[in-house]
C-alpha cells in the first residue's frame, strides 16, 4: 500500500519553498515595486502606479516564478512515483503536491513575510515613498489573511499536477 513520506515530502517542499523564494528575493533586489499589488491599499495608494518598464520586470519575475512553480511540482510528483512500490493515486499525488505548495505558503508566511518583512525590515523590503506606512505591511495579520487565500489557490494550483501525473 502506497502512503506519503514525511522525509520526500518536507525534501521537497524545502526545495520548493527555496527555489520560489530566490526568485521572489531576486525581484525584491530589483524592485520591490513589482509586488506593489500586494502590499496594502493604503501603501498603494501614496506612490505611483507601476510604469511600463516596471510592468515588465513584474511579468519576467511572474513568468520566472511560475516556471519554477510547474517545474518544482512535477519533480516533485516524478520524485514521488519513483520512490513508490505501487502506482501512486490520485489522492496520495494531491495530498502530496497540496502539501509541498503548503509548505512554500508556510515558508513565504514566516520567513519572506514575517521574519524579513517584519522582523528584519531591510530597506529593500520596503517600497520607496512609502517608508512612513511600512508597518502597515510588517503585521502578521494581514499576511495571514494572504496565507488563508493560498491555501485555496494552492489546492485549485495543484489539482491538475495531480490528475496528469496519476494519469
Do not use: C
Request: aromatic share 12%; glycine share 4%; hydrophobic share 55%.
Amino acid at each position: 500500500m502506497e502512503t506519503l513520506s514525511l522525509n520526500h515530502l518536507l525534501i521537497d517542499g524545502l526545495a520548493f519553498s527555496l527555489a520560489v523564494g530566490a526568485v521572489i528575493f531576486s525581484s525584491f533586489f530589483v524592485n520591490v515595486r513589482v509586488w506593489l499589488q500586494d502590499f496594502p491599499t493604503e501603501v498603494q495608494a501614496v506612490v505611483p502606479p507601476l510604469s511600463a518598464h516596471e510592468k515588465r520586470q513584474r511579468t519576467v519575475f511572474g513568468v520566472a516564478m511560475l516556471v519554477i512553480m510547474v517545474a518544482g511540482l512535477w519533480l516533485s510528483a516524478q520524485h514521488l512515483k519513483a520512490d513508490s512500490s505501487v502506482a501512486v493515486s490520485f489522492v496520495t499525488m494531491f495530498v502530496h503536491l497540496y502539501l509541498v505548495f503548503t509548505i512554500f505558503n508556510l515558508f513565504d508566511l514566516l520567513v519572506i513575510d514575517y521574519l524579513i518583512g517584519a522582523v528584519l525590515k531591510p530597506k529593500w523590503s520596503i517600497v520607496p515613498g512609502a517608508e512612513h506606512l511600512a508597518h502597515m505591511h510588517q503585521s502578521l495579520s494581514y499576511h495571514l489573511k494572504d496565507f488563508w487565500k493560498a491555501l485555496i489557490v494552492g489546492a485549485v494550483f495543484t489539482l491538475p499536477f495531480a490528475v496528469l501525473t496519476t494519469l
